[in-house]
């Protein structure tokens, strides 16, 4: 099911560069459909703009890896993506594997299903499985947040807290709902600043980016990636010859 946009007011707030933008990307090469033509255009255009990193699926972790060494671009990806329905031990052995193979980072998803039966105690668990074999890579945890309440979505986030991730995210981008600016405020609020936020789901446009990005978060999936950087640099120059 796709995703709206998220629709926010034109920003107006400080500007910031377009390298600065990049750097809060990581660009997302997960749709199912993708060839590895699209895959390799894919790395291309992250390349071009020096984002954070790639997001790719586990079958393009090896290429994307060789593709990028030596570039400061890093090459994510997802493991038990997008239902989060795997057993922990095939989690373990997902993370460990893509590590194998040249991931920088993983983003989890969850056994949703248990965190909304408030077993707390399995997804603080099968996280902290999940950290200990990315052997010091971040791991975002995805919690697909169009699923869970309010109570399990912060019962989750202390959950990913306390089991050493490095990031909270709100969605894979492949259910009903992705980030809103109320799931960015809330979890931002419940986990400590060693915990970043990363938005996934619906974020296209610059002004969403930097609504969300005032909010708390600092990470975003995204496949927009040239539009959104190409407008920084277009209104940025309209600053200047304003000026």
Not at 120 to 142: C, H, L, M, S, Y
């Amino acid at each position: 099911m796709a995703i709206a946009s998220i629709e926010v007011p034109r920003w107006d707030g400080p500007l910031p560069t377009r390298e600065e933008v990049a750097k809060m990307i990581d660009h997302s090469l997960l749709r199912p459909e993708l060839t590895p033509a699209d895959v390799q255009a894919g790395l291309t255009t992250a390349l071009a703009y020096s984002t954070a990193s790639v997001c790719v699926r586990p079958t393009d972790v090896e290429a994307a890896s060789a593709a990028l060494r030596g570039t400061p671009v890093a090459v994510g990806t997802v493991v038990a993506f997008p239902h989060g329905s795997g057993t922990t031990p095939t989690k373990v052995f997902e993370a460990t594997e893509l590590i194998a193979l040249g991931a920088d980072e993983i983003d989890m998803v969850i056994d949703i299903g248990r965190l909304r039966a408030g077993d707390t105690t399995f997804t603080q668990d099968e996280i902290a499985a999940v950290v200990e074999a990315a052997a010091g890579r971040p791991v975002k945890v995805i919690f697909e947040n169009s699923y869970l309440t309010q109570e399990q979505k912060v019962a989750g986030y202390r959950a990913a807290e306390a089991a050493g991730a490095a990031f909270v995210k709100t969605s894979t981008g492949f259910a009903a709902g992705g980030a809103t600016a109320q799931d960015i405020a809330l979890m931002r609020r419940t986990v400590s600043a060693a915990v970043q936020v990363k938005a996934a789901g619906g974020v296209r446009t610059l002004d969403a980016l930097l609504e969300l990005n005032r909010l708390g978060a600092t990470r975003f999936g995204a496949t927009a990636t040239a539009a959104i950087l190409d407008d920084v640099e277009e209104r940025r120059r309209r600053l200047l010859d304003v000026r």
